[in-house]
């Protein structure tokens, strides 16, 4: 064991600067593939899809397939991933509170 922490592996797997984004674009609503995209600016389909693959692995989104013509698929967060919404949001106030110190360091060195 390593600091009390029973496990070396990490319970989120950040693969990507989209996850975050993603999850917090699911936050108040299930969404569409198309409206993901569109709120995602800049994120390629592929690297859309394969985020929402991992995501769904490990618990964190669902994906619900409509049996319609077209398909309708729909993600939403699970209680898995909603309960890491408040981590999130804490980790966006230290970095709001400590940003200029965190870069002014990273340039010292």
């Not at 950040?14 to 569409?32: A, E, P, S, V």
């Not at 690297?47 to 991992?54: D, K």
């Not at 939403?76 to 949001?89: F, N, Q, V, Y």
Request: glycine content about 6%; proline content about 6%.
């Amino acid at each position: 064991m390593f600091n009390g922490c029973k496990s070396f592996a990490l319970p989120i797997r950040f693969g990507n600067k989209w996850t975050g984004k993603i999850l917090l674009c699911l936050r108040d609503d299930r969404r569409r593939f198309s409206e993901l995209q569109t709120a995602l600016q800049g994120i390629t389909p592929k690297v859309l899809a394969e985020s929402l693959r991992a995501l769904e692995r490990d618990g964190f989104v669902s994906r619900t397939s409509y049996p319609e013509v077209p398909p309708r698929v729909e993600y939403e967060l699970t209680d898995l991933g909603r309960s890491l919404l408040e981590p999130m949001a804490a980790l966006c106030r230290w970095t709001e509170a400590h940003l200029t110190e965190l870069l002014a360091e990273r340039t010292s060195v």
